[in-house]
């Protein structure tokens, strides 16, 4: 008998115990079987939640620790800049070993902050993630804000998924972050005409209510490219766009990424963003 007839034969051995020793359990000895696997699951699955969770805490502890460290570095006199300038990079480069993993485990934007000065020294990851407002500055106002809301048109109070920004029919629809169209969904309910681009990170974005669309499916496409224009498609009461951020698969509140690109890069300028209109633009 060589190794994989063996091998066949102890596997049948043990099913045959197994059913037979199911197969012997009375209804109740069976029930409390299932609960203790079913108690058994529900162990592993909160454990791992509770693991990913205690591991994001302790990366984020890590990456304030690099981000304090790189900003006194950039406040350092420069008197032996030859040493300050090779812990800058020492640290720029502790930092980028570990961000693309971060960027992917962090579930909303509040956690951005233990990047900011980091950011600073590379802005150009901002072009990788949702960070300014998919419209032109002046175009538009906020109509209906993220979380709950008496519906439009049912007049029933519901969760809303995403931010509203009115604005004139026609005008210009933007990508908030460089990525790869989805998918383009033409519908007369719902979002009606509406695009998802996914991007880096795990995160996607959804442009809703469209009147024209000017990309494809499987297009790769740049921030601030021209995807669409605003229109009143789908169950619309009026012209706006309606935008969401998705990340890990989980809707967030889009709000905080609008002037997250402009702020930054006005730190880089050392000049302060100026507010115009009724709405931060980061474009």
């Known amino acids: 008998m060589n190794f994989f007839d063996s091998a066949n034969l102890w596997g049948k051995k043990l099913r045959l115990v197994g059913h037979s020793y199911v197969g012997g359990l009375g209804r109740k000895e069976l029930a409390h079987l ?14 791992s939640f509770g693991f990913s969770e205690r591991k994001l805490e302790e990366t984020t502890v890590i990456m304030e620790s690099y981000a304090e460290r790189l900003q006194t570095n950039l406040e350092m006199n420069l008197s032996d800049s030859t040493i300050v300038y ?60 993220f979380g709950l809301r008496v519906h439009p048109i049912s007049k029933k109070p519901t969760a809303h998924f995403g931010i509203d920004l009115a604005a004139p029919s026609g005008k210009p629809v933007y990508a908030s ?41 499987g297009q790769t496409i740049e921030q601030h490219e021209s995807i ?27 709000r905080p990424s609008f002037n997250l690109k402009k702020t930054i890069y006005a730190e880089v300028m050392n000049t302060k963003p100026s507010n115009h209109g009724k709405e931060e633009q980061g474009k």
Not at 246 to 253: H, L, P, R, V
Request: aromatic residues 10%.
């Open 177 to 217: 972050a460089a990525g790869t169209v989805a998918d383009v969904i033409r519908s007369e309910n719902g979002y009606g005409t509406h695009i998802i681009i996914r991007h880096r990170f795990g995160f996607k974005t959804l442009y809703g209510h469209l009147d024209k669309v000017l990309v494809v499916k």
């Open 34 to 47: 299932l609960l203790l696997i079913l108690l058994g699951l529900f162990y592993v699955v909160g454990n």
């Open 228 to 254: 669409a224009t605003v229109g009143s498609s789908g169950s619309s009461t009026g012209y706006h766009l309606h935008y969401e951020i998705w990340k890990n698969e989980k809707k967030i509140n889009p």
């Open 86 to 145: 090779k812990e800058r990079e020492q640290l720029l480069k502790a930092i980028e070993e570990r961000i693309a993993k971060y960027l992917y485990q962090i579930p909303d934007y509040s956690y951005i902050t233990a990047l900011q000065t980091y950011l600073k020294s590379r802005p150009e990851l901002l072009h990788q993630l949702p960070s300014c407002v998919p419209l032109e500055k002046g175009d538009y106002s906020l109509s209906s804000g």
